[in-house]
């Protein structure tokens, strides 16, 4: 006897499915793509993004409340990620205000799947949309008010904007040690060396924006914003791997 | 409100949308340029096919904004390669002159999906599906990515792919029901390999 499926649960079934499907897709496409060298011309990602906007003339900008931080190479560090290195776990909880991010795991036989989870005060909570792959950093602190804005994981690595309502941001980078940042000296407000997990971190100020850097000789990461410095370092101190 | 809703609502400032658009750029143009080389060998072609990509993508930002990582790379990567095989028909008509629609019109006189077999429909587990789905051709995968990862509807479906808004319709029927036949193969392989 044959009978037709349920169409909202044939529906539901599929699209959970290709969304699977297409994490693992993806994953092979980074995988394919490791070895392949392509230099495009030069100015073509000016090119790319002009052609976006037919009305600028002039060229493209970080966003204003991200300005101070276009000189900072313009995220030729993120360009520059070639080199794809396992990420640890780490099962972060993360004040922000009305809101709290979790880090959260589920695992069943067949895969494990990491996202972040938003609570707000009435407990309500938000969907999931950041599946972070297994093997993420993420930081575990996150200072008052600030929330998850944008995040953007790869196997190259990992990206993380957060802004609260007064539009004050912070973003965290954690890259391969292929990547390159170009750091702009001039005129410094401050400029320290700090210790962070037991690596020497370099700490930078500059208009506003504060900016530490460092290694564990596996990853290259980078706290960058308009927060205080004793802010930059708690998030600094925050992100580790699973022990 | 929900934060998917958060973004796909088009609150976006040009500026939010160019930051966006020139992450996938840093993060993602590599794949891209691997997927244009694929069809056309010349640099400046390739460059071509991954700047009218860039307006696609431009024009979708909204619904892209909720894919991230991986996923978000299997979906550019289509787009390109729609992109590529778009740009070879246009040349292909320029230099001919002749357009065939015999494909289309082949998908649009297949039947609509069979039915499912009860034994499956109980059966079906996403896991099990997802590697099925991995199986079917390139077409079928991106007309499924088009509709479930990107939730579009008929119409962009057929703007984005170029194509009949009724080829969509037999082709997302198409796509499902090969998904279902390599499922149910693969069961039966199973537990023909467990009796054995």
Not at chain 1, 25 to 46: H, I, N, T
Not at chain 2, 9 to 26: A, G, L, M
Not at chain 2, 140 to 165: G, S, T, V
Request: proline share 3%; charged share 30%.
């Amino acid at each position: 006897m044959k009978k037709k499926i349920d169409s909202a649960k044939y529906d539901q079934l599929f699209r959970n499915a290709v969304r699977e499907a297409a994490v693992e897709k993806g994953a092979q496409l980074f995988e394919d793509a490791k070895d392949y060298d392509f230099e495009p011309s030069p100015g073509f990602q000016e090119k790319v993004m002009a052609s976006l906007d037919p009305k600028a003339k002039r060229k493209w900008q970080l966003p204003g409340f991200l300005r101070p931080q276009s000189t900072w190479g313009n995220a030729i560090g993120w360009a520059l990620i070639v080199l794809v290195l396992s990420f640890l776990i780490v099962p972060s909880i993360a004040s922000a205000g009305k809101w709290v991010s979790k880090l959260i795991s589920e695992e069943n036989p067949v895969f494990v799947r990491y996202f972040v989870e938003q609570t707000n005060e009435d407990g309500e909570n938000e969907n999931v949309i950041y599946e972070l792959p297994e093997g993420a950093y993420f930081p575990a602190y996150v200072p008052e008010g600030f929330r998850l804005y944008q995040n953007d994981v790869t196997p190259f690595g990992a990206y993380y904007l957060f802004i609260d309502d007064n539009e004050n941001y912070f973003d965290v980078r954690i890259m391969s040690l292929n990547a390159g940042i170009n750091i702009n000296n001039e005129k410094l407000d401050e400029k320290s060396v700090e210790i962070i997990n037991g690596y020497e971190a370099d700490y930078y100020s500059r208009e506003g924006t504060n900016s530490l850097l460092w290694t564990d000789n596996k990853h290259i990461f980078e706290v960058s914003g308009r927060i205080p410095k004793a802010e930059i370092l708690k998030v600094a101190h925050s992100i580790i791997p699973k022990p | 409100m929900k934060l998917r809703d958060h973004f796909s609502k088009s609150d976006f400032s040009v500026e939010d949308n160019r930051e966006f658009v020139n992450n996938i750029y840093v993060n993602y143009s590599k794949l891209m340029f691997k997927c244009a080389h694929h069809f056309f060998e010349k640099k400046e072609d390739a460059e071509d096919i991954v700047q009218l990509s860039f307006i696609k993508i431009n024009k979708n930002l909204n619904k892209i904004r909720q894919l991230n990582g991986n996923s978000l790379a299997s979906y550019i990567v289509s787009i390109v390669k729609h992109t590529a095989i778009d740009q070879i028909r246009r040349n292909q008509r320029d230099r001919q002159d002749v357009f065939s629609d015999f494909d289309e019109n082949f998908e649009d006189s297949l039947t609509d999906e069979t039915d499912i077999e009860e034994a499956l429909v109980d059966r079906l587990t996403e896991s099990r599906l997802k590697r099925a789905l991995l199986k079917l051709s390139d077409e079928h995968q991106e007309i499924l990515e088009a509709k479930y990862l990107l939730d579009m509807n008929d119409a962009e479906i057929a703007e984005e792919m170029n194509i009949k808004r009724g080829t969509v319709r037999s082709r997302l029927s198409r796509a499902r029901q090969k998904a279902l036949e390599i499922y149910l193969q693969e069961m039966k392989d199973e537990e023909e390999n467990r009796l054995s």
